[in-house]
T-cell receptor, first 113, second 115 residues
Framework: GQSLEQPSEVTAVEGAIVQINCTYQTSGFYGLSWYQQHDGGAPTFLSYNALDGLEETGRFSSFLSRSDSYGYLLLQELQMKDSASYFCAVRALLGGSQGNLIFGKGTKLSVKP | DAGVIQSPRHEVTEMGQEVTLRCKPISGHDYLFWYRQTMMRGLELLIYFNNNVPIDDSGMPEDRFSAKMPNASFSTLKIQPSEPRDSAVYFC?????????????FGPGTRLTVT
């Protein structure tokens, strides 16, 4: 079967660094994505890793280790507006198509002043 | 581009009624996804289409749910008859396979309440 594990909640203070981990178990793995969702909003794309290593986009970075079936999202210089839920999602081969994503349950990040 | 468009944004209906949710994907995208989100179950994929063809509907809860994509610019998700446990936010998303990052673009969602 397919499964993703990520912490349900994380709390950090403004200006700090936080890492949200994601472990996955799936067949036909093609890549790991991260999405952000504010309360009442829609998920929005943050990053995608197809190869091992670190991808940096501004204050956010995402890491993937295919051999460990593990990835993380690193948020630096936390701001209050970063308070949101963060989802990891695996792109897997399902139904004969590579276009599908399997989402984790999400990690609710609370940034405190 | 206006992004993915969903209607209605909010729907309140009584148990037993038919509900139809609508989605207009981003022009040029070849994948369309329907998701349901609840506190208990998180974000669940219901069904997805590739070039208007349903690829995987294994996430559709039961026969009360059906989805169609008659053309590249329109899709519907229908629930008949609706039940209180169908109350959730329903998202439509689209993507373009040629995009290297396989980003899915989500619509604003339809908040469905069945009383």
């Amino acid at each position: 079967g397919q499964s993703l594990e990520q912490p349900s909640e994380v709390t950090a203070v403004e200006g700090a660094i936080v890492q949200i981990n994601c472990t996955y178990q799936t067949s036909g793995f093609y890549g790991l994505s991260w999405y952000q969702q504010h309360d009442g909003g829609a998920p929005t794309f943050l990053s995608y890793n197809a190869l091992d290593g670190l991808e940096e986009t501004g204050r956010f970075s995402s890491f993937l280790s295919r051999s460990d079936s593990y990835g993380y999202l690193l948020l630096q210089e936390l701001q209050m507006k970063d308070s949101a839920s963060y989802f990891c999602a695996v792109r897997a081969l399902l139904g004969g198509s590579q276009g599908n994503l399997i989402f984790g349950k999400g990690t609710k990040l609370s940034v405190k002043p | 581009d206006a992004g993915v468009i969903q209607s209605p944004r909010h729907e309140v209906t009584e148990m037993g009624q038919e509900v139809t949710l609508r989605c207009k994907p981003i022009s040029g995208h070849d994948y369309l996804f329907w998701y349901r989100q609840t506190m208990m179950r998180g974000l669940e994929l219901l069904i997805y289409f590739n070039n208007n063809v349903p690829i995987d509907d294994s996430g559709m809860p039961e026969d009360r749910f059906s989805a169609k994509m008659p053309n590249a610019s329109f899709s519907t998700l229908k629930i008949q008859p609706s039940e209180p446990r169908d109350s959730a936010v329903y998202f439509c998303a689209s993507s373009f396979m040629g995009q290297g990052n396989y980003e899915q673009y989500f619509g604003p969602g339809t908040r469905l309440t069945v009383t």
